[in-house]
């Protein structure tokens, strides 16, 4: 599948502020420059930037010229990680294991992955909170978009991180299916829990800037002395 | 506790357009004549306004004046209840049955409810999606905000347009807390499934336009076909 003239674009911007090439609070190119640099129309780079300022990655000024957005990224990727103590304080996770695999998709993932990837690479992770093994939770993203993930073991506690800063891939929304289930032989000895103890399964599919969906998370979670919180408006 | 004066002047402007005497669309007295027909200062009635406006309830026109916000209170009512099809569709619940009691309040109740109130409606409610129990719902509010709620029995499907409609109280944040639990025999009954069934537990706590903690509500919830979906960004 080809990519649309204006992701080049976005990705080329993302990719210099991921590297520092380009701060936050520093002035990009002109439309004209962009388009002039990368090859494409003038009005492909202004769809581009109108793009990236609707996801808040950058600000455009009547007059002045557009600037990267100052963000701190770690804090509001912290936003998807939902997991919070009852008094609603916010818990880092620590990695207590982690194994990524190169495999075949699965015709689901497939389907439902950005690209309709062959091969994926599987993230598979436990992490501890407050030193109590807390999740369970397998990751699963293309292997061609993320080429060479499995070599850069171990990940980064918010894999956000790195899809951004290594593979120019900025995740701005996703989406959580949340059910009650029963941890099986696996999950109870991963979690450290009885069999048949009550665990969250929460299905996430995260979105990348251009709304495509770039990666498939489940995550079994106990909750016996944390809660997924949630404020609706 | 004594209401501050700018809420006298929301209730009384919330409950005009919950009544119909004001339509959406139409325009608002001016601060004056607000002020005049509320006995409060000026001051206060532009305090009521902007407080209004910032929740969505009114918009404040450059030169022109004040009007009502058109909206769908029914649908945007539907962003607090979460439990989805597995495809991301919207099942409007139906009411199995349902219980209010007058009691005492719970000393955590007292202290979680505006106004710290003595007596509380207990409303407990089984509901069906799709013909099969899904949910049983315990919601609590204070007595004498929501004076003779025991009357108004059968409750409508969304408690929110009754508080709303009949007592002024708009809700327009709820905070959700939600875990994993295994059915007693009590939920087991009213869910018709077996004990030891997973469940989820939502613990919410809504909040009125002042931000003020006016409802706190348990639901358990079979997931067996359904699922609480959210979107994160």
């Known amino acids: 599948m080809a990519a649309p003239l204006y992701q080049k674009v976005i990705d080329r911007i993302v990719a210099q502020i991921s590297s520092g090439e380009l701060l936050p609070g520093s002035m990009l190119p002109s439309e004209m420059q962009i388009a002039a640099e990368t090859g494409v129309s ?18 455009r000024e009547q007059g002045r010229g557009t600037f990267v957005t100052a963000r701190t990224p770690d804090s509001s990727l ?3 990680f939902r997991l919070r103590q009852p008094d609603g304080q ?13 495999r ?11 690209g309709e990837p062959k091969n994926v690479y599987e993230i598979r992770r436990v992490r501890s909170l407050k030193g109590v093994p807390s999740v369970l939770e397998t990751a699963v993203v293309s292997a061609s978009r993320f080429v060479g993930l499995d070599q850069r ?13 290594n ?20 999950s109870a000895a991963a979690l450290n829990v009885g ?11 995260a979105f990348d800037i251009m709304g495509h969906p770039v990666e498939r998370r489940r995550s079994l979670c106990r909750t016996d002395s944390l809660a997924y919180q949630v404020s609706l408006t």
């Open 78 to 80: 912290f936003n998807f």
């Open 167 to 186: 593979y120019g891939c900025i995740i701005l929304r996703a989406d959580e299916s949340i059910s009650a289930v029963l941890a099986d032989g696996e």
């Open 42 to 59: 003038q009005g492909t780079a202004r769809k581009s930037l109108m793009m990236l300022e609707q996801h808040g990655i950058v600000r």
């Open 153 to 165: 073991a171990p990940l980064p506690n918010t894999l956000y991180v790195l899809y951004q800063q």
């Open 195 to 205: 069999t048949g103890t009550p665990l969250l399964c929460v299905d996430r599919v």
């Open 104 to 114: 075949r998709a699965l015709a689901a993932e497939r389907k439902g992955l950005d």
């Open 90 to 102: 916010m818990i880092r996770p620590e990695l207590v294991s982690e194994v990524v695999t190169n």
